[in-house]
């Protein structure tokens, strides 16, 4: 049995020490992330999409008895306080943006990544949901351990709900962001990421985890969201799925964490007059008031 577990540090820690642990332990626990009466917003805003939402019918992996909701930025004012979170976001950009070179010509340019938005998500496990699989979430890249060097993916779990081992808190394997691609993860060297509600849990794409059982008589629910490496494809197709009047209303830093942004290196640019353009010109366009159709 694996005796190592998670460390939990407050709110109040600088995001250096948050990234020290990370990058040590592959993950940490973040207590009093969001303050009491956000978190009770945020629960009741939650709810009022959860109670319409049906099981899922994946009986290996998204749970039969587990409920999900995404969409959460078009939805809800508090995910985008989730999502901006100082220590979210910029242990995100310490860990993810690690510079490299390119040649342009005779200049050799140092180019670091951008990242985005790749997913959100409440989940809730609810009574009777056995344990969802081991996996590590940087797998919908295909992202191979150690041959890239570099990390793509740092994730958070909100608690909505207090997190035990009973109700399904999510499983850890800490260190197994270490790990090559042959060896296989098993339950036996799991921790449970037990937080009360309105703690964290922030966790790197190479990390091996899942869904706890939930062996109580009570719904667990959490928010899950990812910063991914910008060149990649994001897990959640936001600009299809967001209306652009609701991405209007968002800060500019979330509109280009949504996509809304070209990169360092050029990606994600549009064509406007001729000139290649930020995305985010084209908020700026009353004709713009759809993706796919024009301006």
């Known amino acids: 049995m694996n005796t190592k ?44 999409y959860l109670n319409e939402t049906p099981y899922g019918e994946d ?33 995100a950009k310490q860990i993810l943006q ?27 496990i609810c009574p009777g949901q056995g344990l969802q699989p081991l996996h590590r979430d940087d797998a919908t890249s295909l992202w191979r351990h150690p041959q890239y060097g570099r ?42 990421a037990e937080m009360t509600a309105g703690s964290a ?16 008589d009570r719904p667990r629910t959490g928010v899950s969201m990812s910063y991914d490496l910008a060149i990649l494809r994001s897990e959640e197709n936001h600009l299809v799925s967001i209306p652009i009047d609701r991405v209007r209303e968002l800060p500019e830093e979330m509109q280009r964490l949504l996509g809304w942004g070209a990169s360092q290196t050029f990606l994600g640019w549009v064509e406007i007059g001729g000139q290649m353009r930020e995305p985010r010109d084209l908020l700026d366009m009353p004709s713009f008031t759809e993706v796919g159709k024009g301006f």
């Open 5 to 48: 577990h998670l460390t939990t540090l407050d709110s109040s820690e600088p995001v250096e020490r948050v990234v020290e642990v990370i990058q040590r332990d592959g993950g940490v626990i973040i207590s009093n992330f969001l303050s009491s009466q956000a978190l009770e917003a945020l629960r009741v805003e939650l709810d009022g």
């Open 59 to 91: 009986a290996y992996f998204a749970g039969t008895k587990t409920r999900r909701v995404a969409r959460l930025i078009g939805r809800s004012d508090l995910a985008v306080e989730v999502a901006l979170n100082p220590l979210f976001v910029e242990s």
């Open 98 to 124: 690690t510079p490299t070179h390119v040649w342009s010509g005779s200049q050799r340019v140092e180019v670091a990544p951008n990242i985005q938005l790749s997913f959100t998500q409440a989940i809730q």
């Open 151 to 192: 990390e793509a993916r740092l994730q958070i779990m909100l608690a909505v709900t207090d997190f035990t081992e009973e109700n399904g808190a999510t499983r850890v394997i800490p260190g197994s962001h270490t790990w090559d691609d042959e060896r296989m993860p098993t339950q036996e060297e799991t921790v449970p």
């Open 201 to 216: 849990l922030l966790w790197l794409g190479s990390v091996y985890h899942g869904g706890g059982a939930n062996k109580s």
